[in-house]
């Protein structure tokens, strides 16, 4: 299967799909929920994220009891699949609807699936944290503007595990935080960091805590600004990290957002977009492990090292 470099990486402004983007967070936050009822502590909370799959969004598989259940958001067909390991199956029509419905709906599938799940029923990491069963704000879905945003997370997700394969120290998934609508990649130095101060919008502090125990470079895809943007940030930020030099056409440092930022739009448009994002990653967590002396002869490895012929 062999798709133009280019033409794979779909245009999509986010004014042309707000609504929808604002109702799948929601929605996304639901399942999300989900798997954080079920599934045991993972260090930073990778425990709780989705994950990119050939359709959609997957929570991969949760335990429950002695057995287990996953939910996938299916942007092809457009529906929500819900599987057990009895061999259940309830299936959602993904389409307008409002996010009290959405929660509805789940939660009583789930229930006819045996499954019980008790969650905080509100949103988390936004201003306006209204509680899903009352959320009949956000009631857009666009099923064309939902399946572009699957393949730009299609292809950002495909870049960050080539990226991620450089690294042999402490490294995340590549995973969707349903918190900030962002998937990301994080590495880390080995090293504790200064407990973080928290202040994300209805979170509590003790959750960026855990977030962000130790020291740490991390980048992603999130769809904001025009068509969505990379962003790399390292956490504690050392001296000299926002001055380095980022030689990638469009990068530049976001004193407000506190990271590097290379709109989505650059990537799209370039002619080559997987080595423009490539360099965006490298050289931005070069500026963290520089600046913050990490221990790169230790930490990284060429994942090509055992492609040469052997046996």
């Known amino acids: 299967m062999t798709v133009d470099a280019r033409s794979a990486w779909p245009k999509l402004r986010v004014a042309d799909w707000t609504g929808t983007r604002d109702t799948l967070h929601m929605w996304t936050q ?12 993972v260090n930073h909370w990778w425990q709780v994220t989705l994950y990119v799959t050939p359709r959609g969004l997957s ?12 939910i996938e958001f299916d942007f092809i067909d457009h529906q929500l699949g819900i599987r057990t390991s009895e061999g259940t199956v309830r299936r959602l029509e993904l389409e307008p609807k409002s996010v009290a419905r959405f929660y509805d709906e789940v939660v009583r599938a789930l229930h006819e699936l045996g499954v019980d799940t008790p969650i905080q029923p509100w949103p988390n990491e936004v201003e306006q944290a209204i509680p899903f069963a009352e959320d009949t704000v956000h009631a857009s879905y666009d099923p064309r503007a939902a399946h572009l945003f699957w393949r730009q997370l299609l292809q950002a997700n495909r870049v960050l595990g ?13 995973h969707f935080f349903w918190g900030a609508m962002d998937l990301a990649c994080t590495r ?11 202040g994300a919008p209805h979170c509590g502090d003790w959750v960026m805590v855990e977030g962000y125990s130790r020291e740490l470079s991390s980048c992603g895809f ?8 990379f962003y790399s940030y390292a956490y504690p930020e050392p001296d000299g990290f926002r001055d380095h030099p980022v030689r990638v056409p469009g990068a530049f440092y976001s004193e407000q957002n506190g990271q590097f930022l290379l709109p989505y739009e650059a990537v799209r448009t370039a002619d080559d977009p997987d080595r423009l994002l490539t360099d965006f990653l490298q050289s931005t967590y070069e500026a963290a492990a520089e600046h913050g002396g990490w221990n790169r002869a230790e930490l990284e490895d060429d994942p090509h090292r055992w492609d040469r012929p052997h046996g």
């Open 59 to 70: 929570t991969s598989t949760i335990p429950y009891g002695t057995g287990a259940f996953e």
């Open 162 to 174: 080539q990226f991620r394969a450089r690294f042999v120290g402490k490294v995340s998934p590549v």
């Open 30 to 41: 639901v399942v999300g929920k989900m798997r954080l009822a079920h599934a045991p502590l």
């Open 188 to 198: 880390f130095s080995g090293r504790p960091a200064p407990t973080h101060p928290g």
């Open 222 to 229: 999130w769809p904001g600004g025009e068509e969505g943007a």
